[in-house]
């Protein structure tokens, strides 16, 4: 706030250090970046989007991505869903809320929420930052998973419920 350059702190109480100005206490928060995502089977199949961008060009993706501000998760899954693939969904369950770190440009800690999905309406037609989707049997998934420190866990955990 007054321009003075930050320090990493650990005060007192606190479990690890933050980011504050040494002269008028100032502390700057950073935050994870919230995203939602689509969990959407159908006939015990999971629907997947092929990435056109970076990161993880050329790998199957979850549908989803970033909330915009002030953006319901669940608002923000739908759109999300609806911008990838041409479909319209109901997100009807919370499987999980998991951490990661994003790897693109504007790297950081995203918080992402999943939810398991049912199919609306509409035809599968691959759009805004998506190459391509399909529907993969739970058991039989591509061995490219985009952001896999998370999406695994995501995958694991939806495993144990179908």
């Known amino acids: ?19 504050i100005c040494p002269k008028c206490g100032q502390v700057h928060f950073r935050n994870s970046k919230p995203c939602a995502g689509a969990l959407i089977i159908e006939d ?12 993880f060009a050329g790998y199957w993706d979850i549908p989803g991505g970033f909330l915009e501000e002030g953006e319901h998760p669940e ?10 693939t041409g ?8 499987l999980g809320i998991y951490m990661d770190n994003y ?18 309406s509409g035809e599968i037609s691959p759009g805004d930052d998506a190459d ?8 039989n998934l591509p061995k490219k998973i985009a952001f896999p420190d998370h999406a695994l866990k995501v995958i694991k955990d ?5």
């Open 87 to 94: 479909l319209i969904i109901k997100p009807e369950k919370i």
């Open 103 to 120: 790897c693109g440009e504007g790297s950081g800690a995203t918080l992402n929420i999943y939810y398991i999905s049912r199919l609306i």
């Open 44 to 55: 015990g199949k999971l629907l997947l989007i092929k990435r056109n961008i970076e990161p």
């Open 1 to 19: 706030m007054c321009g003075t350059k930050t320090a990493w702190i650990l005060r007192e109480g606190e479990s690890r250090p933050l980011e």
């Open 75 to 84: 608002d923000g899954v739908i759109r999300e869903t609806r911008e990838e």
């Open 132 to 139: 391509d989707a399909r529907w993969f049997k739970l058991d």
């Open 158 to 162: 939806l495993k144990k419920r179908y």
